[in-house]
């Protein structure tokens, strides 16, 4: 079925769908409370502009046998996904990839989450809810904000693998598990081994809890935590950082901070 219009205000999607959407430059595109947009991979965005840079605002579901959100195409570009209040973007694999933001490009890419974002698959189906890996330029800036109703976790893998230069803002869940047998070492946030620039500011209320570690990475990182972060099978926070560098963590009143290994 398809329920796609397209007029001044871009891409709007009013009823259920199974027509992909691409976008670039500065493409919008809205699915509308109660309508799912569904397929292999439903959305994708090929850079392009970046200012202001494609939007894609979603209200109801998203829903992906593959990735719901990917990328391909220009190497530049900024990009933003609003999740709203009630709304879903969930994916057998990565719910969201972003590859085209590599060495030497220029944008963005934020995300405001109020809703769930969820990566489903488990053991070969497994991937990322946030894949941002491939983020590796220092002239792109990730901002992720996760909204105290907001969701974010991985059934069998990590929860946010974040690029160079990303701020994570987290007042809801960002939770990973160990959803098959063979998995030992999902976490919450993974900086993974190159990344620089990141910051987590964990406000109250907000849960970091990862089936293995709740942060880690091979890079110095700035975490700020008012909330809770725990790692079920590793430690709260893990980074395996140079001797030389500095990762800095303000633990406030309100904060806790909890590893089980």
Do not use: C
């Not at 691409?22 to 200012?51: E, H, K, M, R």
């Amino acid at each position: 079925a398809t329920g796609t219009i397209t007029n001044d205000d871009g891409i709007v999607v009013s009823s259920n769908s199974s027509t992909a959407i691409t976008l670039a430059n500065n493409d919008q595109a809205t699915i509308l409370s109660g309508v799912t947009l569904s397929g292999s991979t439903p959305v994708t965005w090929i850079g392009g502009s970046t200012t202001p840079g494609s939007a894609l605002d979603n209200l109801g579901t998203i829903t992906g046998t593959s990735r719901a959100v990917y990328t391909s195409g220009s190497t530049n570009g900024s990009f933003t996904v609003h999740n709203g209040a009630g709304a879903t973007i969930t994916a057998v694999k990565d719910a969201i990839k972003i590859s085209n933001l590599g060495s030497g490009a220029n944008g963005t890419f934020t995300l405001d989450n109020e809703g769930t974002i969820s990566s489903t698959g488990i053991a070969g189906d497994a991937g990322q809810t946030l894949d941002l890996d491939d983020i590796a330029s220092v002239n792109v800036q990730t901002v992720i904000t996760n909204a105290a109703s907001g969701v974010i976790q991985a059934a069998d893998a990590d929860a946010i693998r974040a690029g160079t230069n990303a701020t994570i803002n987290n007042s809801g869940q960002i939770v990973s598990h160990n959803g098959s047998a063979s998995s030992t070492g999902n976490d919450a946030i993974d900086f993974q081994s190159a990344h620089t620039g990141g910051v987590v500011n964990n406000l109250a209320g907000g849960v970091i809890n990862g089936a293995r570690h709740g942060i880690t990475g091979d890079q110095p990182v700035t975490v700020n935590n008012s909330g809770t972060i725990t790692g079920e099978a590793g430690a709260g926070i893990n980074m395996d950082t140079a001797g030389a560098t500095t990762t800095t963590v303000n633990n406030a009143a309100t904060g806790t901070i909890t590893g089980t290994a």
